[in-house]
């Protein structure tokens, strides 16, 4: 067998000289672009720039292009009176467009997508438009857990339509609960099912929270009504004292069962006692409803089966039926 020698000085003098120096990159990038773009107030809330629709154009906000992925700044300019900004000479590759927010000079407004990616080519201009809103979507329990008079953004499926209480209002739903919206247009014409973003503001109508001045916007679309969740009347009424109007179950779709239901002689004729044995709530035909549900509807000595919203009003939990098969009469246990 042939032997092999080794010497080291040999092996360290070729390593070091293949360390000497890092080897060049491939290309040096060269030349540069341009980047431009838009800054406006999406008032109707669709994502576009719409004027008719109450969108305006914002000056005088901050722009800064980044690092991808980092705070390191690379140009910074400020929108002027149409709301448009632009860089002159940023190197090609893919940025962070970064929208600073001052509250002295947007107010409230929020920026939900920030910063804004934008890819830049040599000897080429790029654009963007982005938009300020009033909120970002969040959890309804997070958006009622905000404080009166605060700007929110919620999306959710419509539990009770226009129509159903009033012409002008609606329930919606997502996982972490419920909410009704106040002052919906007419022309909104939201029906049971309809998957919808809702900015408005968050208000409170006799310690039921609410969204005030809402604005539906219009990437509607459709979806399965959520189940409603199974309460026993007392379960209500011990969560509603120790919540209150936060309780999580206030504005959710609920059903009670077994319950009898006592006569309706209080709340202009439209509320009555619901018991299944552990507890009393009362039970609400609410605006619209006392005409498809007629209080001849109950039988004080039978038991029923009742889906509704869960309502709040004074500090008292309220179940509101909405339509005729929300009421089911069932042999009593």
Same mark, same amino acid.
């Given at each position: 067998?042939?032997?092999?020698?080794?010497?080291?000085?040999? !092996?360290?003098?070729?390593?070091?000289?293949?360390?000497?120096?890092?080897?060049? *990159?491939?290309?040096? !990038?060269?030349?540069?672009?341009?980047?431009?773009?838009?800054?406006?107030?999406?008032?109707?809330?669709?994502?576009?720039?719409?004027?008719?629709?109450?969108?305006?154009?914002?000056?005088?906000?901050?722009?800064? %292009?980044?690092?991808?992925?980092?705070?390191?700044?690379?140009?910074?300019?400020?929108? #002027?009176? =149409?709301?448009?900004?632009?860089?002159?000479?940023? *190197?090609?590759?893919?940025?962070?467009?970064?929208?600073?927010?001052?509250? #002295?000079?947007?107010?409230?407004?929020?920026?939900? !997508?920030?910063? !804004?990616?934008? @890819? %830049?080519?040599? &000897?080429?201009?790029?654009?963007?438009?982005?938009?300020?809103?009033?909120?970002?979507?969040?959890?309804?329990?997070?958006?009622?857990?905000?404080?009166? =008079?605060?700007?929110?953004?919620?999306?959710?499926?419509?539990?009770?339509?226009?129509?159903?209480?009033? @012409?002008?209002?609606?329930?919606?739903? &997502?996982?972490?609960?419920?909410?009704?919206?106040?002052?919906?247009?007419?022309?909104?014409?939201?029906?049971?099912?309809? @998957?919808?973003?809702?900015?408005? %503001?968050?208000?409170?109508? =006799?310690?039921?929270?609410?969204?005030?001045?809402?604005? %539906?916007? *219009?990437?509607?679309?459709?979806?399965?009504?959520?189940?409603?969740?199974?309460?026993?009347?007392?379960?209500?009424?011990?969560?509603?004292?120790?919540?209150?109007?936060?309780?999580?179950?206030?504005?959710?779709?609920?059903?009670?069962?077994?319950?009898?239901?006592?006569?309706?002689? @209080?709340?202009?004729?439209?509320?009555?006692?619901? &018991?299944?044995?552990?507890?009393?709530?009362?039970?609400?035909?609410?605006?619209?409803?006392?005409?498809?549900?007629?209080?001849?509807?109950?039988?004080?000595?039978?038991?029923? &089966?009742?889906?509704?919203?869960?309502?709040?009003?004074?500090?008292?939990?309220?179940?509101?039926?909405?339509? *005729?098969?929300?009421?089911?009469?069932?042999?009593?246990?």
């Amino acid at each position: 067998m042939r032997a092999f020698h080794f010497f080291p000085s040999l !092996v360290l003098g070729l390593f070091l000289g293949a360390c000497a120096e890092d080897p060049a *990159p491939p290309f040096d !990038v060269e030349g540069s672009g341009r980047l431009t773009g838009r800054l406006f107030f999406d008032a109707d809330n669709n994502g576009q720039f719409t004027p008719l629709g109450g969108d305006t154009l914002l000056r005088n906000v901050e722009v800064e %292009v980044r690092e991808r992925g980092s705070a390191v700044v690379i140009d910074e300019t400020t929108t #002027d009176a =149409n709301g448009a900004f632009e860089f002159g000479a940023v *190197p090609p590759g893919t940025h962070d467009v970064f929208l600073v927010r001052d509250p #002295d000079v947007t107010g409230t407004l929020v920026f939900c !997508v920030n910063p !804004v990616r934008a @890819s %830049v080519y040599r &000897d080429e201009t790029a654009f963007i438009s982005a938009a300020a809103k009033r909120g970002c979507v969040v959890r309804i329990n997070i958006a009622e857990a905000d404080t009166l =008079n605060a700007p929110v953004t919620v999306a959710g499926i419509v539990t009770a339509a226009q129509g159903t209480y009033r @012409s002008d209002n609606v329930y919606i739903q &997502d996982p972490t609960g419920g909410i009704l919206a106040f002052g919906i247009p007419g022309a909104a014409a939201l029906v049971l099912g309809d @998957s919808v973003e809702i900015s408005g %503001v968050l208000a409170q109508f =006799n310690g039921e929270l609410q969204i005030n001045s809402p604005i %539906v916007a *219009p990437n509607r679309g459709s979806a399965t009504v959520p189940a409603a969740a199974e309460r026993t009347t007392g379960a209500i009424a011990a969560a509603v004292a120790a919540g209150g109007a936060k309780t999580p179950d206030v504005g959710r779709l609920l059903v009670i069962r077994d319950v009898h239901v006592g006569a309706f002689t @209080s709340g202009g004729g439209r509320n009555a006692v619901a &018991d299944d044995g552990s507890g009393a709530i009362e039970v609400r035909l609410d605006g619209n409803v006392i005409n498809a549900i007629p209080t001849t509807r109950f039988n004080q000595a039978s038991c029923y &089966d009742i889906i509704g919203v869960l309502g709040f009003f004074n500090g008292a939990p309220q179940l509101k039926p909405r339509i *005729p098969t929300d009421v089911t009469e069932v042999t009593c246990p």
